[in-house]
């Protein structure tokens, strides 16, 4: 992909998807980003030392591909690194940062160029996000970060769209499943914090690491991307519950102020109970709330093992 001819006033994007055990999925992923509408200089896929033959399908498939095997699973956050290091070696402009399970619209990236374009000193950029299977049902639309229960909430998860979410406008956060990054962000703001062991978090610490820095965060409604949910980890389960609570403890200590504290703990702690009888009756367990607890509880003392043990990493 290094060879094509990239216009002089054109930015010159690379593309990082980040694969594990997808392989239908990344090839779709691919199947349409090669019918973007936008020139790409680049396309990466970090495959995290996948087990399903996602490897050789890709090599057969897309051999233009620039592949990066790792010798383990990194995780997500380090493992978009890697691919994020890659296109920095090139002479890329621009990065366009797409998850393995994204199925992109064809002029999606062409709108978030124009927004990169057109708003002095935008950062990042992300698009608008559906349900794959329900395909007018939102399941992005950036995000806000209050501080109550869960730090942080999308806005029009699980809505349908009705035209409410239509505007390029700056957020809190984008969900990193579909967004640009510039180069200049990239090398001033770093890369995605490792430390955020397991599922959610990475992207909205890097939003606010790239507001912080003095750029904008920008969530472009015109452009539109499709995502396939797993069911790779149950939305109530201990492990979600446990990982995604000590998560954003990691969170909190990074970027709250005593206020954000208080009214997260507040919020947080008078939840669990509710949690709790909510599993019961609805689920007949109370596991997630007890993940919660003891995410609570691990994140404040800084005690990773418990994660890294889950994630069948070594400490």
């Known amino acids: 992909m290094s060879d094509v001819k990239i216009e002089k006033n054109v930015k010159k994007v690379a593309v990082v998807i980040l694969n594990w055990n997808r392989k239908d999925n990344v090839l779709d992923c691919l199947k349409h980003i090669y019918e973007l509408d936008y020139p790409l200089y680049q396309v990466i896929v970090v495959d ?24 383990r699973n990194y995780g997500a956050p380090e493992g978009k690194n890697i691919g994020l290091r890659k296109a920095l070696e090139s002479e890329m402009d621009v990065v ?10 064809k002029d999606s990236l062409s709108q978030l160029m124009k927004v990169l374009d057109e708003i002095p000193n935008a950062g990042t950029v992300g698009a608008k996000m559906y349900d ?19 730090v942080s909430r999308g806005r029009g998860d699980c809505e349908k769209d009705v035209g409410k979410f239509e505007k390029v ?35 909205s610490d890097y939003s606010v690491r790239v507001r912080k820095a003095g750029y904008k965060v920008i969530f472009c409604g015109p452009s539109k991307v499709w995502h396939r949910p797993h069911k790779t980890i149950e939305q109530f389960s201990f492990r979600k519950k446990y990982l995604a609570t000590r998560n954003a403890i990691r969170f909190m200590k990074k970027h709250a102020t005593a206020a954000n504290w208080a009214k997260y703990l507040f919020y947080a702690v008078a939840g669990i109970p509710y949690a709790a009888i909510q599993g019961l009756i609805v689920r007949g367990s109370m596991m997630g709330a007890i993940g ?13 093992a418990r994660a890294l043990k889950m994630l069948g990493k070594r400490e």
Do not use: H
Request: aromatic letters at 10%; zero cysteines.
């Open 169 to 203: 406008e700056e957020v809190d956060y984008l969900w990193g499943g579909a967004m640009i990054a510039t180069r200049e962000v990239l090398e001033k703001v770093g890369l995605f914090d490792t430390e955020y062991l397991g599922y959610w978090f990475e992207d």
């Open 132 to 150: 794959y299977s329900k395909p007018d049902i939102l399941l992005s639309a950036g995000g806000i970060i209050d501080f109550t229960e869960n």
């Open 96 to 105: 366009f940062m797409v998850d393995n399970d994204i199925v992109v619209a």
């Open 48 to 71: 995290n030392a996948s087990t399903d033959d996602s490897v050789a399908a890709i090599r057969q498939q897309y051999p233009e591909v620039v592949l990066v095997v790792n010798d």
């Open 292 to 304: 919660k607890a003891l995410g609570i509880i691990d994140g404040l003392l800084n005690n990773d």
